[in-house]
Each structure stands twice: as structure tokens, then as C-alpha cells.
């Protein structure tokens, strides 16, 4: 996998638009949500390996105060369940943490059943914005780091 790769609905025919720049505070996340098409999502995601004995991910956000889904994965395949925790993106900087147990299973955007999340095997992070949000987004990001 590339080290930040982005994932919109084009690949399934929607219209949003993103893109990822590295900053001086770590990543901006931007870009136009459009539920054309029949889509309605914009991500990313990059390789993320956390210490064995991690307890909790933390990350410091500022944004736009719309819904997002911090994501982790435990396998790098595109056919696989991803873990995913919803936060809204502050307007000011804010340091947010998650355990285990914030993330739920999801396929394609399906709830589904998987083993709990174990922090250790986590392979790579990334945001999703979707759920019937059309329009601009703007988040910014410091690297998730174990917490």
C-alpha cells in the first residue's frame, strides 16, 4: 500500500472529490462530498503500526464540525472489515482518544460481524466522511499515535 492513499465514491461511479496534504500539525483531509451517482463518500488511509501493549489511539483534530468516521484496519485487503469509530471534527484544536471498544465492524458500510479490535494487529488508519453529507468538508490531523 502507498503510504497515504485517498478513496472516493468514484470508484463505484459517485462524484467527490478529496484530497490529503501533509502540514506542519501532521495531514488536511478536504474536499467536496456529492451524492450524485448514487455516492456519498470520501477517504483515505495509510499504514499505522501501534506498540503491542497499546492501550488507547489518540489524535488531536480541528475541523468543520461534521461527522466522521475514524477508521483502523487489521488487514491491508480491499475485501475486508474495517473498524470504525464516529467523531465530529472540533473547530478548535482537540485531542481525541480511542479504545477498543469505540470501533465497530464494517463492510462496504454494513455493520458486520468480526472479532473485537485488537489494537496490537492494526495495520493502517484512515477518515471517512459519508452518511448523506453533501457538500465541502475540511478536517486537519496530527498522526495517530498510541495513547
Excluded: C
Excluded at 484496519?73 to 485531542?95: D, I, K, L, M
Amino acid at each position: 500500500m502507498h503510504e497515504f492513499q485517498v478513496i472516493n465514491d468514484d470508484v463505484m461511479g459517485g462524484q467527490s472529490r478529496s484530497k490529503l496534504l501533509r502540514t506542519a500539525a501532521g495531514l488536511l483531509f478536504e474536499g467536496e462530498l456529492s451524492l450524485e451517482n448514487g455516492g456519498g463518500f470520501a477517504s483515505f488511509r495509510s499504514p499505522l503500526h501501534l506498540p503491542p501493549n497499546a492501550a488507547a489511539v489518540q489524535v488531536a483534530f480541528r475541523g468543520d464540525e461534521r461527522r466522521y468516521r475514524f477508521v483502523l484496519r487489521t488487514n491491508e485487503g480491499s475485501g475486508t472489515a474495517q473498524y470504525q469509530a464516529p467523531f465530529v471534527a472540533p473547530r478548535a484544536w482537540t485531542t481525541l482518544r480511542f479504545v477498543s471498544a469505540d470501533f465497530v465492524a464494517r463492510f462496504r458500510g454494513r455493520l458486520v460481524v468480526a472479532p473485537p479490535l485488537r489494537l496490537a494487529e492494526v495495520q493502517a488508519f484512515g477518515l471517512l466522511i459519508s452518511e448523506g453529507q453533501s457538500g465541502p468538508f475540511r478536517v486537519e490531523l496530527e498522526l495517530p499515535h498510541a495513547g
